[in-house]
T-cell receptor, first 112, second 113 residues
Framework: DQQVKQNSPSLSVQEGRISILNCDYT??????FLWYKKYPAEGPTFLIS?????DKNEDGRFTVFLNKSAKHLSLHIVPSQPGDSAVYFC???????????FGTGTSLTVIP | NAGVTQTPKFRVLKTGQSMTLLCAQD?????MYWYRQDPGMGLRLIHY???????AKGEVPDGYNVSRLKKQNFLLGLESAAPSQTSVYFC????????????FGPGTRLTVT
């Protein structure tokens, strides 16, 4: 049973606009959350993280929001750039020493 | 500094054949992982290692074996390949099990006919 879900397989956004990628989880014990970005024929690369003690973490154009009561996190990219076109995976873990569970990914296309 | 490398990049096997996938990292990381990625399933952990000479099962270990004889290498073996093992395999490494960031290799696309 998928503990981390990304219900939107794909998303298209105009360059300069905001991209919002969503992720839901079912395990209330999850404590750490990550976003990875993946280009074709490459491995995923780490993008941004958040722990459950925070509800927001920002890094440049990328912001991750965590809503623990709704078991939901989202990644905001603003402004979106064509180079952001990739597959984005969210991942969650119960904390140190525990494995990460990955979502199925959302393919983002930023249209110039 | 090559990061994480995987050999081979592509492979086609017949049912029942065996093969070994090699992962190498040059970052002196203690922890290494093998994942598989299937359509609609995300990345799922097969096996992982917390140090040289140690291995542990992940979420989907059946049909696979692993070995970590050297700190920098993590091998994934398929003793008798099955069509259900057709997948893209990713190796990753991290400084520690609690490190947020895992560094991934480019992947191996395996097809079992």
């Amino acid at each position: 049973d998928q503990q981390v879900k990304q219900n939107s397989p794909s998303l298209s956004v105009q360059e300069g606009r905001i991209s919002i990628l969503n992720c839901d989880y079912t395990n209330s014990m999850f404590d750490y959350f990550l976003w990875y970005k993946k280009y074709p024929a490459e491995g995923p690369t780490f993008l941004i993280s958040i722990s459950s003690i925070k509800d927001k973490n920002e890094d440049g154009r990328f912001t991750v929001f965590l809503n623990k009561s709704a078991k939901h996190l989202s990644l905001h990219i603003v402004p979106s750039q064509p180079g952001d076109s990739a597959v984005y995976f969210c991942a969650a873990s119960e904390g140190p020493g525990n494995q990460f569970y990955f979502g199925t990914g959302t393919s983002l296309t930023v249209i110039p | 500094n090559a990061g994480v490398t995987q050999t081979p990049k592509f492979r086609v096997l017949k049912t029942g054949q065996s093969m070994t996938l090699l992962c190498a990292q040059d970052m002196n990381h203690e922890y290494m992982y093998w994942y598989r990625q299937d359509p609609g399933m995300g990345l799922r952990l097969i096996h992982y290692s917390v140090g040289e000479g140690t291995t542990a099962k992940g979420e989907v270990p059946d049909g696979y074996n692993v070995s970590r004889l050297k700190k920098q290498n993590f091998l994934l073996g398929l003793e008798s390949a099955a069509p259900s093992q057709t997948s893209v395999y990713f190796c990753a490494s991290s400084y520690s099990l609690s490190s947020y960031e895992q560094y991934f290799g480019p992947g191996t696309r395996l097809t079992v006919t």
